[in-house]
Nanobody, 115 residues
Framework: QVQLVESGGGLVQPGGSLRLSCAAS????????VTWYRQAPGKQRELVAD???????NYADSVKGRFTISRDITKNTANLQMNSLKPEDTAVYYC?????????WGQGTQVTVSS
């Protein structure tokens, strides 16, 4: 059974940092593209960042220069380092993995940026 489990969310003050992790079981995550999405209350889900199985990364304009997506092959995880967080980054963050193994979603982790 394939599972993606996000962790690392929480409450942080503006300007702070969080590191989200997406841990996979049942698939080799490095062979799939991984995308982080987020959904704020009352808004549509939006792409935050993605990384191809070849390591090419892409970011939403709103997070460029602040967020970094990466992989840890030894841990079978994909990570999202989020720096200089803003209140508008508040959302539920979801991990998606797509490729030959299939298309899978995690359950989401809440990120709240507030003073």
């Amino acid at each position: 059974q394939v599972q993606l489990v996000e962790s690392g969310g929480g409450l942080v003050q503006p300007g702070g940092s969080l590191r989200l992790s997406c841990a996979a079981s049942g698939i080799i995550l490095s062979t799939q593209a991984v995308t982080w999405y987020r959904q704020a209350p009352g808004k549509q889900r939006e792409l935050v960042a993605d990384i191809t199985n070849g390591g090419i990364t892409n970011y939403a304009d709103s997070v460029k220069g602040r967020f970094t997506i990466s992989r840890d092959i030894t841990k079978n995880t994909a990570n999202l380092q989020m720096n200089s967080l803003k209140p508008e980054d508040t959302a539920v963050y979801y991990c998606n993995s797509k490729g030959l193994w299939g298309n899978y979603w995690g359950q989401g982790t809440q990120v709240t940026v507030s003073s």
